[in-house]
């Protein structure tokens, strides 16, 4: 091999250590992201999860309370005829 193949060969081998060595680096700030990510649909699910629990116990107790205004009118109805 002659003086330019050998320079060719350690400027090329430098190259693909660094193109290496960045991509590694990426990838682990990629994975690190996407972990952040399902962790923060995680909490949402779980958000969305406990407001249709809260919005299943106010229609629950809306109709209960419904009933009781009702029987209220009646009885304020039947109060203010006499």
């Known amino acids: 091999m002659t003086t330019t193949d050998t320079t060719l060969l350690i400027i090329l081998t430098v190259l693909l250590s660094l193109y290496f060595l960045l991509s590694s680096i990426a990838v682990f700030f990629v994975i690190r992201i996407l972990r952040n990510v399902r962790d923060i649909s995680d909490k949402a ?10 919005a299943e116990t106010l229609k629950d107790a809306s109709g209960k309370f419904a009933i ?4 209220k009118n009646v009885v304020d109805m039947t109060q203010s005829k006499k």
């Open 45 to 54: 699910v779980q958000v969305v999860d406990n407001v249709e629990t809260a």
């Open 68 to 71: 009781l205004k009702v029987i």
